[in-house]
């Protein structure tokens, strides 16, 4: 108010803008975005609202803060017992951890703090903490659950720890994330008890590489996600859909070809069993094949999945290369739990051909076979047509053939 005035402002003017000034310390939240440490003190220091909604902080990426000062501010900010806390630093390289305050009466926490680590205090703890978002920090996660006996939703985007044991254990807990890239290298032993938890993801990135399909391929990821599944193709019907499935086990691979680095001692079958989860149905494929053909290592990833139960790839290549191996059209593998197959941005090329007829030969209980054509196919293309024809030959399966989301075909 005072800068919109040309003139010395009149004393009444001067006065509303003092009792301004002094209103925010009474607000029930404050968001402290693009500070500086100094201003940020004095400023905590005026605050004498107990227990506000949200105390949201988030310095210049430029600052990075020492131990101590990150240590007093964690200490202000539970001293203020806010509902739901936010805070944003770049710690810099810190030797030593630093040890959390007790948050008796947060429910919600969210620490970005680059390259921090901490430990828990002597005494205490997060009696009714029930949402912690985690990123980039390392603490202890069997050190800290058992204090948090309140907590439904577990979020870590990016897990970075020394540790080869990963233990979580919350009775609570019913959404869960984790990215891990640390334990890349690591044999990282899994403990995992949560038996209400309802949406859980997992991935860890991988360096497994092999030359035994006339290519190289790098596995770079595997994710799992326990999740509710509905026809990506048809939009119009997922939200419905959504509301109806049940939720089921997710196991997703991200494949690339000619990847020069990677790890050749490490194989796909070791990287897929050492991520220690079981308990998946379908099977989700994200290859970048950059031209090259896919049948052969998809079918050796079915052999390595045998027990799934829907198979979902998404994109396509071309053929006329040393990777298009003819052995693996004759091929067989038991695939005697597979009842589902999408694939998207089909083109209706030979060998994409030749591996939907594998499936369809090896799969003895499938159930539907769900296409979606690439752009550059249209619905009068022969293509579609020489699809049909084989479905033909298998009246037990259900089909659905899309093309740019419209469904053109339909058996049921």
Aim: proline fraction near 5%.
């Amino acid at each position: 108010m005072a800068r919109r005035t040309t003139s010395a402002p009149s004393p009444a003017l001067a006065a509303l803008v003092r009792r301004w000034r002094g209103l925010w310390v009474h607000l029930p939240a404050f968001t402290f975005h693009r500070i500086t440490p100094g201003p940020l003190d004095a400023a905590l220091v005026l605050v004498n609202r107990p227990a506000p909604s949200l105390l949201d902080i988030h310095f210049f990426n430029h600052h990075e803060l020492e131990p101590t000062l990150i240590s007093s501010l964690l200490g202000a900010a539970a001293a203020l017992a806010p509902a739901e806390l936010a805070l944003h630093v770049i710690g810099g390289i810190l030797r030593s951890p630093i040890q959390l305050p007790c948050f008796d009466r947060t429910t919600s926490i969210k620490l970005d703090l680059y390259f921090v680590g901490f430990t828990l205090p002597p005494a205490g703890g997060f009696p009714v903490l029930e949402s912690l978002d985690l990123e980039n920090g390392r603490i202890d996660l069997s050190d800290l659950l058992p204090h948090s006996p309140c907590l439904q939703k577990l979020l870590i985007p990016f897990w970075n720890s020394d540790s080869i044991v990963l233990e979580i254990v919350a009775p609570a807990l019913k959404r869960s994330y984790m990215d891990a890239h640390s334990v890349i290298d690591k044999d990282c032993n899994v403990v995992f008890a949560a038996p209400a938890v309802e949406d859980l993801t997992w991935k860890r990135e991988c360096k497994a590489l092999t030359y035994r399909f006339g290519v190289i391929w790098r596995l770079w990821s595997l994710t799992f996600e326990h999740t509710q599944l509905a026809n990506d193709m048809d939009s119009q019907s997922v939200s419905l859909q959504s509301q109806h499935c049940p939720r089921v086990g997710v196991l997703s691979l991200s494949l690339e070809t000619n990847v020069l680095s990677g790890d050749v001692s490490k194989t796909f079958e070791q990287e897929i069993y050492r991520f220690q989860v079981t308990d998946y149905s379908v099977l989700e494929l994200d290859l970048i094949q950059q031209g090259h053909v896919y049948g052969a290592i998809v079918l050796h990833l079915l052999g390595l999945c045998t027990s799934i139960q829907r198979l979902k790839r998404g994109d396509s290549c071309y053929a006329n290369c040393r990777c298009d191996q003819p052995d693996w059209r004759s091929q067989s593998i038991s695939l005697i739990d597979l009842k589902e197959v999408e694939i998207y941005r089909f083109r209706g090329q030979d060998h994409e051909v030749d591996f939907l007829k594998a499936l369809l030969r090896c799969a003895t209980v499938l159930e539907r076979v769900t296409l979606g054509f690439s752009r550059k196919v249209s619905s009068s293309d022969s293509a579609c047509m020489k699809i049909v024809g084989i479905l033909e030959d298998y009246p037990s399966v259900k089909c659905n053939i899309y093309q740019y989301g419209k469904l053109i075909f339909m058996r049921e």
